[in-house]
């Protein structure tokens, strides 16, 4: 059963494995690692190469060849038919440059709703006063999506900063590149700028208030909700493939 519950809740559904590999794999193909006319290894092959499971390497399958990627001829093989284009419903929007949006996902899930809780307890008012400048600054006039995707991962790096540990610091900077690139593919989403300057404000009134326990459910929250936006943005273009 979907949709909303009585109250208006909607169930968070987080990405797919056969739609971070399905990424990947058109990742490769338009990096030029198979040209268009090549034909791919088998599904066991590609299964056994991605570390998945058969059925998951099928569906990805499914889901470039519905794209007109790749096409399937029952009995020879699975050859790439376009690997230059760059269509507006292209599963590109799940890649992160090298790694998957999943990926991506998995660490922020794992580091930023801890940073949030520890920069709640270990803070200083300058730390509040850069996190304030970076809301305000991204929320002006003017400010292009490119301004606003540095604004957003500055934001979520000073927060990190601010938890005081030197080891979380240096492996949050590693997601920088990964960030902005993912960032730059979903800021155009309906409204997407807009839940994330109203997360981000319900994140600093928790660090604000030195309220770790608050800090770590809203930086959560914010997390699902941005995954929640790029998964229904998704659904959109495989919906309208099928």
Same mark, same amino acid.
């Given at each position: ?179 902005? /690139?993912?960032? *730059?593919?979903?800021? &155009?989403? !309906?409204?997407?700028?807009? +839940?994330?300057?109203?997360? %981000? =404000? @319900? /994140?600093?009134? *928790?660090?604000?208030? &030195?309220? !770790?326990?608050?800090?770590? +459910?809203?930086?959560?929250? %914010? =997390? @699902? ?6 998964? &229904? ?10």
């Amino acid at each position: 059963m979907s949709g909303k519950s009585q109250t208006g809740i909607v169930p968070v559904r987080q990405l797919k494995l056969s739609d971070a590999v399905a990424a990947q794999l058109e990742e490769l193909i338009r990096s030029g690692n198979f040209s268009s006319g090549d034909r791919l290894p088998s599904e066991r092959e590609l299964a056994e190469q991605f570390q998945v499971g058969r059925g998951s390497m099928r569906e990805a399958i499914r889901k470039l060849e519905a794209l007109g990627i790749i096409v399937k001829s029952h009995g020879i093989g699975t050859f790439v038919v376009n690997g230059n284009g760059n269509g507006a419903n292209s599963i590109s929007l799940l890649s992160a440059g090298d790694v998957t949006a999943l990926e991506l996902f998995e660490v922020r899930y794992s580091v930023e709703p801890m940073a949030a809780a520890m920069s709640a307890e270990r803070r200083t008012a300058q730390d509040i006063r850069n996190l304030t400048t970076i809301i305000e600054r991204s929320r002006g006039e003017g400010v292009s999506s490119n301004e606003f995707v540095d604004l957003d991962f500055e934001f979520h790096k000073l927060i990190v900063h601010s938890s005081k540990n030197r080891l979380l610091k240096q492996m949050y900077e590693h997601l920088g590149p990964h960030h902005a /690139i993912y960032s *730059a593919k979903v800021i &155009s989403i !309906p409204n997407r700028r807009e +839940k994330a300057y109203e997360g %981000h =404000l @319900r /994140i600093l009134d *928790a660090i604000r208030n &030195s309220d !770790p326990s608050k800090a770590k +459910k809203e930086a959560l929250a %914010h =997390l @699902r909700f941005a995954e929640k936006d790029l998964v &229904s943005e998704f659904d959109k273009f495989d919906h309208a493939d099928n």
